[in-house]
């Protein structure tokens, strides 16, 4: 599975950006899918994740109401809409594949991790 994240860009605090991951293999439908992030200095966290066909989804309390994680299994697609951004959201942005479909927010349970995508909100 290889995974495409695309999206990222400057934007203003207050403002909107949607992340889009594109994945390339057969069996999309079977994994769990997720985002995180690395802020400048900071270790990787955890942002949302989504279950296979779409529910459950769980996010970090830090986005939570901001930003909502989205998929469509016939497009191989998942996507992290965020709104409302702050400075703090400031971060290259990766989506990660579960192939047991847990929608964990570990990092180590995620098997295949895209290139990641640059988020740079400015106040």
């Known amino acids: 599975v290889q995974l495409q994240a695309s999206g990222g860009g400057l934007v203003q605090a207050g403002g909107s950006l949607r992340l889009s991951c594109t994945a390339s293999?057969?069996?999309?439908?079977?994994?769990?899918m997720a985002w995180f992030r690395r802020a400048p200095g900071k270790e990787r966290e955890f942002v949302s994740s989504?279950?296979?066909?779409?529910?459950?989804?769980y996010y970090a309390d830090s986005v939570k109401g901001r930003f909502t994680i989205s998929r469509d299994n016939a497009k191989n697609m998942v996507w992290l809409q965020m709104n409302n951004l702050k400075p703090e959201d400031t971060a290259v942005y990766y989506c990660?594949?579960?192939?047991?479909?847990?929608?964990?927010?570990?990092?180590?349970?995620?098997?295949?991790w895209g290139q990641g995508t640059l988020v740079t909100v400015s106040s």
């Open positions: 990660a594949a579960d192939v047991r479909g847990g929608a964990s927010e570990i990092a180590s349970w995620y098997d295949y």
């Open positions: 989504i279950a296979r066909f779409g529910s459950p989804t």
């Open positions: 293999g057969p069996r999309f439908s079977d994994y769990a």
